[in-house]
């Protein structure tokens, strides 16, 4: 029987099932009634004949001289190249590559060190997920890391890489931006047992990640509680129009007190302000009712204001022209004029003087 192997290939001589030798590519003629057969395979990449175990196939010197042999031991992971080129990665723990059209390399990487800090872009978007975990950290981030949930340290900004081997690793992503905590309608009683809702807002940032994530369960929910607190606690002292006078100096006060809080939270306040005073409906109205009457009676005092300083210059005008004749004829003449230019056309007979018929005419 004639079996043809190609030039892309590699034939396995076997006798009533036995590994005989090696054919490379060529024809051949194959006695059958004798046992023989020939199983053929392309020679690139992975050698798939696993009929025969390596150690026997490894006594071919022509096996030998045109496959490589790769052992990957526990605790590492090989990167497979083709031609220098990466291809893939993986854990296998034996490869035997065809090296006759293509130099095929595996290179070891060591997963003993929890932290991956040596490997290219290229080997990691070779890993498949499941061989390692990753912590990405934005800006305005820190990232709490745990080895078997017992602290490790704490990172800033960055993607960091970890092998899913000997250690169990999570990470917790916490947020040290600036926040804005906004307590909406809370309710309070004033000194004169008035009920009242303000709006307070605080601005706030976290300062020691690990202690407030080890101790706080909710650090932004007790904030919320703790300036709901203060702000009755300091807004029960004053009187209604206590509060709306001295509105500054309240918000001064819950300042200073949430100072003193920091610690407890692990936090640093920059600053909190009453943003609105929401009055009662009844409340409201009396206070409308007399803003009204205030601002009617400040306008009354400008408008008699007025009227006096109005009244004062024309006794002063008076005077002067009583005491100067020609200032007289001069503001008499300037009546005239003002007269006369609302006048269409005016008709005047007779003799006399023109200025004193106008002035018997008007």
């Known amino acids: 029987m004639k079996t043809i192997i190609k030039d892309n290939e590699i034939g396995f001589l076997m006798k009533n099932g036995r590994f005989e030798k090696l054919l490379k590519s060529g024809r051949y003629n194959i006695t059958a009634f004798l046992g023989y057969t020939v199983e053929k395979e392309e020679c690139r990449g992975e050698v798939q004949f696993n009929s025969v175990p390596y150690s026997i196939l490894a006594q071919d010197s022509l096996f030998s001289q045109s496959t490589v042999r790769y052992e990957i031991p526990d605790g590492y992971i090989g990167f497979i190249y083709k031609n220098g080129n990466l291809i893939s990665a993986t854990i296998k723990q034996e490869y035997v590559f065809w090296n006759i059209f293509d130099r095929m390399e595996i290179r070891l990487v060591s997963m003993d060190e929890t932290e991956i800090k040596n490997l290219s872009k290229a080997q990691l978007e070779k890993l498949p997920i499941k061989y390692y975990s990753q912590i990405v950290v934005s800006e305005g981030e820190v990232a709490l890391i745990y080895y078997d949930k017992i602290y490790k340290n704490t990172v800033g900004p960055g993607a960091y890489y970890f092998w899913n081997y000997n250690t169990s690793v999570t990470g917790v992503v916490v947020n040290v931006k600036w926040k804005e905590l906004l307590v909406?309608?809370?309710?309070?009683?004033?000194?004169?047992?008035?009920?009242?809702?303000?709006?307070?807002?605080?601005?706030?940032?976290?300062?020691?990640?690990?202690?407030?994530?080890?101790?706080?369960?909710?650090?932004?929910?007790?904030?919320?509680?703790?300036?709901?607190?203060?702000?009755?606690?300091?807004?029960?002292?004053?009187?209604?129009?206590?509060?709306?006078?001295?509105?500054?100096?309240?918000?001064?006060?819950?300042?200073?007190?949430?100072?003193?809080?920091?610690?407890?939270?692990?936090?640093?306040?920059?600053?909190?302000?009453?943003?609105?005073?929401?009055?009662?409906?009844?409340?409201?109205?009396?206070?409308?009712?007399?803003?009204?009457?205030?601002?009617?009676?400040?306008?009354?005092?400008?408008?008699?204001?007025?009227?006096?300083?109005?009244?004062?210059?024309?006794?002063?005008?008076?005077?002067?022209?009583?005491?100067?004749?020609?200032?007289?004829?001069?503001?008499?003449?300037?009546?005239?004029?003002?007269?006369?230019?609302?006048?269409?056309?005016?008709?005047?007979?007779?003799?006399?003087?023109?200025?004193?018929?106008?002035?018997?005419?008007i």
């Open 184 to 361: 909406a309608g809370q309710e309070i009683l004033t000194k004169d047992k008035v009920g009242i809702r303000m709006n307070i807002n605080v601005n706030y940032r976290i300062v020691d990640a690990k202690e407030s994530y080890a101790t706080r369960k909710d650090t932004e929910k007790q904030l919320y509680s703790f300036v709901q607190m203060a702000v009755r606690e300091l807004a029960g002292e004053y009187k209604l129009d206590e509060i709306l006078e001295r509105k500054v100096e309240l918000s001064d006060a819950l300042n200073e007190k949430l100072k003193k809080n920091e610690g407890d939270f692990f936090v640093e306040f920059q600053e909190a302000g009453i943003k609105d005073i929401i009055l009662p409906g009844e409340i409201r109205d009396i206070m409308n009712t007399v803003l009204i009457a205030e601002k009617k009676a400040q306008a009354n005092v400008i408008e008699r204001r007025e009227e006096v300083a109005s009244t004062r210059s024309l006794l002063n005008t008076a005077k002067l022209m009583d005491e100067n004749a020609t200032l007289y004829q001069l503001k008499r003449l300037e009546y005239l004029e003002r007269i006369c230019s609302q006048v269409g056309e005016i008709s005047v007979s007779g003799k006399g003087d023109l200025i004193d018929q106008l002035s018997k005419l």
